[in-house]
């Protein structure tokens, strides 16, 4: 009979530490969650700058594409007119 209360009590030791370390793991895991939420909402805030920052300079990128394409288009523009001008003087000055 004493071997069984010897071995209730080692098994009771056990389940204390057992239980002890179950507490201290959901305390760890409870501090992480509210560590990842943080650095989640961290990340979140630095992802928002980047967008905006992306879209000011965005809309200035695409100002400066629309003038550089009318300045394209315009250089386009003129050097056909040139062209279409010089053959058909070419045309009238032959016939």
């Given at each position: 009979m004493a071997e069984v209360a010897e071995r209730v009590a080692r098994l009771e030791e056990r389940l204390d530490g057992m239980t002890g370390a179950m507490a201290e793991l959901k305390i760890e895991i409870a501090e992480l969650r509210l560590e990842m939420k943080s650095?989640?909402?961290e990340m979140r805030a630095e992802f928002s700058a980047v967008r905006r920052e992306f879209g000011a300079e965005g809309s200035g990128i695409r100002g400066e594409m629309n003038t550089q394409f009318?300045?394209?288009m315009g250089g386009i523009g003129g050097a056909?007119?040139?062209?279409?001008?010089?053959a058909v003087a070419?045309?009238?000055?032959t016939g």
């Open positions: 650095g989640f909402a009318r300045w394209i056909t007119l040139t062209i279409i001008v010089t070419a045309i009238l000055a």
